[in-house]
């Protein structure tokens, strides 16, 4: 029997990595495959629908126009049939054992709505991907030069290493290159929020996933490679617009983040 999970990925312009992740899928021993691989593409003008629809499986639906890769996932979730699902990039590779490891862990932890594995960079590096929610202080850290500031290096560092890496442990948000929601989360939360075009969409799915009651958890026994390929902005300039843009539309569905308010249990 396959893991009762649907995995659903976003293309636009994936070729280069779309392969790849669905290789890695295919190749999970057979109790450990997904019961269901969907493909949403967003009208990519590469070869990454076609490299979806030529593996044997795999479920593609294609979008006439690029929708934003929240809208495209959303699209994908309603199509899922499996009680959890995966929300995944195309540039994951996904090692044997992470699936079993996130669908374990969500058995033992009836109150977790959103979970994500540790990922790693292709030279072994562990990645940044449970994170306290922005705020003020830690987006001018980040973005401006008054990151140098002791103050603001310090609110930095504690936003991006909330948890230690090699432990399971609660955290505000997850990275959405990944992002694991059990039969309870997948029902409360249905996944992102369309209004989200690209970027903080995985931060307003936390957001509500601490507001409906249930907890994000990172869970590090599951482990999975990001590459790092994103293309849904397109151009650096249409990135740098939509992530500001996005920035200020959950600023505006959650003042209480500017101030760093989360919402996590105590």
């Known amino acids: 029997m396959p893991t009762d999970v649907s995995v659903v990925i976003v293309t636009y312009n994936s070729a280069l990595a779309i392969g790849s992740t669905l290789d890695s899928l295919a190749a999970l021993p057979g109790p450990e495959r997904p019961l269901q691989i969907i493909v949403v593409d967003n009208a990519s003008k590469d070869d990454s ?24 996932s959303r699209m994908g979730a309603a199509a899922a049939g499996g009680s959890s699902l995966l929300l995944l990039n195309p540039d994951v590779i996904v090692r044997e054992g992470s699936l079993a490891a996130l669908s374990a862990f969500a058995s033992t932890h009836p109150s977790a709505g959103v979970l994500g594995p540790s990922l790693l960079g292709t030279d072994g590096s562990i990645q940044s991907t449970a994170r306290t929610f922005p705020s003020l202080a830690s987006i001018a850290g980040r973005r401006t030069f008054l990151g140098r500031l002791p103050a603001l290096g310090r609110a930095v560092d504690a936003h991006l290493h909330p948890v230690a890496p090699e432990a399971p442990g609660m955290t505000d948000w997850l990275s959405g290159a990944a992002l694991w929601l059990p039969p309870r989360g997948l029902a409360l939360l249905g996944g992102f929020s369309p209004r989200y075009f690209l970027y903080f969409e995985d931060v307003d799915l936390c957001w509500r996933c601490w507001e409906a009651g ?41 003042p209480q983040a500017a101030f760093g308010h989360a919402r996590r249990r105590a």
Do not use: Q, T
Request: charged share 20%.
């Open 49 to 72: 629908a076609g490299i979806a629809s030529s593996r044997p499986g795999i479920e593609v639906l294609r979008n006439p126009e690029n929708k934003g890769l929240a809208a495209a």
């Open 214 to 254: 249930l907890e994000v958890w990172y869970v590090p026994s599951s482990v999975m490679v990001h590459l790092c390929r994103r293309e849904s902005a397109g151009r650096p300039g249409k990135a740098l617009w939509l992530h500001l843009r996005s920035m200020l539309r959950f600023f505006a569905d959650h």
